[in-house]
């Protein structure tokens, strides 16, 4: 009996990731030389995860935990010095994920003004309070009998005026924040455009080996030792494999087949529910209404992922060892150390969840990860940071990922069962 084509490329393509899976010597990690806590958690993850200790990059980033640095010290502090280690015959060509720690900045500034585009900026902003003034215009001037036309004219000015906008806001620096993570994933790529994203090169590309592109997760939180037990309950976790329940939060929203559109992302959300249940081994509870699931209602969670309550966490979730799962939703990294933030990703982990992911400014929802292809990379074996990198879709941009970037929740290709439910 022949084997079917699918057959052959699941094969060809499990083979291609298995032999390009990130190893221990790969990861760069780096510390706060000005905070004990942050080398600490350093050192503490090279001895149980097998890095060499001449991995880590302790830099003076202050001794007060900053969770901002300015786009000026980013560079001086943060880029420059890591670029100097990975271009060091010891890390040329070797380094492809990096690891901060608890005390490194989370958040980098946007970047000022361009040099040389004063000129520019003032006759852009002159064509936009032009078009601004035709649409006022259009509206109040308005033929009775010619409506459609109108409308179609104001369309067209709306159009050029945020193309206008957006010129206006590349000039300024506006939208040229990002997480600190984010931005260090293009830290070989010299000079590039520091206005709102740049393409993730590691995404949708088999075999995922770019040689510029760099995978960057995070291990940090509400305090100390919850950003280093994360490295301890992933470890529990493996040996094991994640065991549990997967809760999965839909709102009943027709796929639009748009994609990043809310349709489009609710529908991902169905198919990861079926995606784990077609396996027949690890539960599966949905809500696929508006509501959320209730307080103290998921018991053994293993598996969360969900929308839409914006930095309002519901805390219904006894996450084991191991859990991971995030919440769709903007601005919920913001605070990430503040132990009594209502945002999902630092209320999580003070719960007990052992990987997440969000956004440290507004992402935009088509910035997130999609979840049904999200975890089909767990579930095929790869490790967070991998799967994470597979399917984010920018870097320079807001998204942050936390957890322990080696960790395999499914590392023998297989869901478990649960054996209390």
């Known amino acids: 009996m022949p084997i079917r084509t699918g057959v052959i490329f699941s094969l060809v393509f499990w083979i291609a990731a298995v032999g390009f899976a990130l190893e221990p010597d790969e990861i760069l990690v780096i510390a706060n030389s000005d905070i004990a806590a942050s080398v600490q958690i350093a050192q503490y993850y ?24 300015t786009r000026d010290n980013y560079e001086k502090q943060l880029a ?4 100097s280690r990975l271009a060091s015959p010891e890390f040329a060509g070797k380094i492809r994920c990096l690891l901060t720690t608890y005390g490194v900045p989370i958040k980098v500034g946007k970047r000022g003004q361009l040099k040389g585009k004063k000129d520019e900026l003032k006759q852009l902003k002159k064509l936009a309070e032009q078009e ?77 080996w770019d040689f510029k592109t760099l995978m960057v997760s995070r291990l940090d939180g509400p305090g100390f030792n919850i950003a280093k037990g994360l490295v301890d309950k992933a470890l529990a976790a493996e040996k094991t494999g994640l065991r549990g329940i997967a809760y999965i939060d839909s709102r009943g929203i027709a796929n639009d087949k748009n994609p990043y559109s809310f349709g489009y992302f609710d529908q991902s959300l169905r198919d990861l529910a079926v995606m784990i249940k077609t396996r027949k081994q690890m539960p599966v509870i949905e809500e696929r209404t508006e509501k959320l699931f209730e307080l103290e209602t998921c018991p053994r969670t293993a598996i969360y992922c969900g929308w839409y309550s914006l930095k309002k966490y519901v805390d219904a ?16 990294a913001i605070d990430l150390r503040d132990p009594n933030s209502s945002q999902w990703c630092p ?8 990987a997440t992911l969000g ?21 095929n074996g790869c490790s967070l940071v991998e799967a ?16 322990d970037p080696l960790y395999k929740p499914f590392k023998k290709h297989q869901v478990l069962p649960d054996d209390n439910f």
């Open 347 to 354: 209320a999580m982990l003070k719960d007990g969840i052992t």
């Open 132 to 208: 601004k003034n035709k649409i006022e215009q259009l509206e109040q001037n308005s033929p009775a009998g010619n409506r459609q036309a109108s409308a179609e004219q104001k369309k067209k000015s709306n159009r050029r005026l945020a193309r206008l906008q957006s010129g206006i806001d590349r000039i300024a620096g506006k939208k040229t924040n990002a997480s600190v993570d984010s931005e260090l994933s293009m830290v070989q790529f010299g000079d590039y455009e520091l206005y709102q994203w740049q393409p993730n090169r590691l995404k949708d590309n088999p075999p995922y």
């Open 80 to 83: 420059e010095p890591i670029r």
């Open 388 to 403: 994470y990198y597979h399917t984010k879709p920018f870097n320079s941009w807001q998204m942050v990922l936390i957890g």
């Open 359 to 379: 956004a440290v400014a507004e992402p935009y929802l088509s910035a997130f990860p999609q979840p049904k292809t999200f975890f089909a990379e767990l579930f």
């Open 317 to 332: 979730f006894d996450f084991v060892d191991g859990a991971i799962g995030y919440h769709i939703a903007s601005w919920e």
């Open 46 to 69: 090279c001895e149980k995860r097998a890095v060499p200790t001449a991995n880590i990059l302790a830099l003076p980033l202050g001794t007060s935990l900053s969770d901002t640095i």
